[in-house]
């Protein structure tokens, strides 16, 4: 089903403010741009029709577990699910991609800081 059913509407909105407010406080250009064009690709897959996002606080973990029971209803409420799920996929991968690289970073901070033998 391409585009939105209107009772999706308050959903939808639920959904882009988190995406928003992950590209805001993204901790580098990549992932800030990465949560950028999932914002595009979600209002793509709904026909773009949503409705302006509001703001959204939370930490990241907090963020992607609000936009997933957004998208479940969205889902539920008959929205195109297999794209829907890839764009989850794409935000969770996102999510873990800058968790590797934020202990990777630590981890050769680490190893800075070490005395050298």
């Given at each position: ?5 209107p009772r999706c509407a308050d959903t ?88 590797c690289r934020g202990h990777r970073l630590e981890s050769m ?9």
């Amino acid at each position: 089903m391409r585009g939105t059913p209107p009772r999706c509407a308050d959903t939808l909105g639920e959904a882009r403010s988190c995406l928003a407010a992950l590209a805001d406080s993204a901790t580098d250009i990549d992932q800030s741009s990465h949560f950028d064009r999932l914002l595009i690709h979600l209002d793509e897959i709904t026909g773009d029709v949503g409705p302006a996002t509001s703001s959204a606080d939370g930490d990241d973990a907090d963020l992607i577990g609000r936009l997933e029971s957004a998208v479940n209803r969205m889902i539920d409420l008959g929205c195109d699910a297999l794209r829907l799920e890839l764009l989850l996929d794409s935000v969770r991968s996102g999510a873990a991609r800058v968790a590797c690289r934020g202990h990777r970073l630590e981890s050769m901070d680490e190893q800075a800081s070490r005395p050298r033998r």
